[in-house]
């Protein structure tokens, strides 16, 4: 069984659509896919609509990843099987939405006065109907030749957190995120804690007190992650009786990452949907006669 459990797509920084991210995941030989749209749950239905089209089995688990902060360190929670209905959690999905507009013109900004040319209507046409983010003002960069590739712009010199022309946003407290999720009926995991070509990363001691306030897991094996992090990640995990997944945190071709580039151990696949009580990871009969 081949589970990847960290995508994207429009409906956030992706450019798969929805009904596309499943299809394109039935390609790659996945069994189970989650969504994990930032901040946003929006792709959930088309994504479940598009189950029964496909021409095999698939299981669409719903997630979402969501942006914190500590200590001004950029801080990404993957919250699966949550309740997206429960109104503390959706609360604060919805301030993070609406402050990701403000954000980006503020970014832009700061690029215009670094010399850059990336417009607000450029980045507004590239986003489409998704959350407007960082890779969407990333992808405007590469279109005018700042940057050779979107990840190229996630470095102090331009976008990052700490960059030249980085602002901040609403973002929660990773260890108030984690109780709410938990509240929600979620199960928590904390999304590529060692990539430090994002910029900070927050300290081994910061992820154990998260383990305190509820944390479930660690995603280990993902691309930013070298080995060395990979094996200092799964003995901490071990440490503090934490699930490990592994992911490829796919945004179609945004990002030069295929899905199930990395993958989830199905032992663990389990124990999450075994915690899990807001909500059922959704299986899609599949078997659709191919044209």
């Not at 069994?31 to 946003?40: K, R, S």
């Not at 108030?176 to 994002?198: D, I, Q, Y």
């Not at 660690?218 to 799964?234: K, M, P, S």
């Amino acid at each position: 069984m081949r589970i990847d459990l960290h995508t994207h797509s429009t409906a956030s920084d992706g450019t798969d659509t929805p009904a596309e991210l499943v299809r394109n995941a039935v390609a790659a030989g996945l069994d189970v896919v989650a969504l994990t749209d930032h901040d946003t749950t929006r792709g959930h239905a088309a994504a479940i609509a598009a189950l029964a089209d496909l021409e095999r089995p698939l299981t669409l688990v719903p997630g979402a990843e969501i942006s914190c902060a500590v200590d001004g360190i950029g801080v990404h929670l993957l919250a699966y099987l949550f309740d997206p209905a429960e109104p503390e959690l959706l609360r604060e999905r919805e301030l993070l939405r609406d402050d990701r507009v403000p954000r980006a013109q503020a970014i832009i900004a700061r690029l215009q006065e670094l010399g850059s040319p990336v417009t607000w209507e450029q980045v507004a046409r590239i986003a489409g109907d998704g959350s407007v983010g960082r890779p969407h003002i990333a992808a405007a960069m590469v279109e005018h030749g700042i940057v050779a590739t979107v990840s190229d712009a996630f470095t102090t010199e331009w976008i990052a957190d700490g960059g030249r022309a980085h602002i901040n946003k609403h973002e929660l407290d990773p260890a108030t995120a984690v109780r709410l999720v938990k509240a929600a009926g979620g199960v928590a995991v904390l999304a590529h804690p060692a990539a430090v070509k994002r910029g900070r990363t927050i300290s081994d001691e910061t992820i154990a007190a998260l383990a305190g306030a509820g944390l479930d897991g660690i995603e280990v094996d993902h691309l930013d992650h070298d080995e060395a992090a990979r094996a200092r990640l799964r003995g901490l995990a071990a440490e503090l009786n934490l699930l490990t997944t592994g992911s490829s945190d796919y945004h179609g071709s945004r990002k030069d990452i295929p899905l199930g580039h990395f993958t989830t151990d199905p032992e663990i696949y389990g124990e999450i949907t075994r915690r899990a009580t807001g909500a059922f990871p959704v299986p899609g009969a599949g078997g659709r006669t191919p044209v």
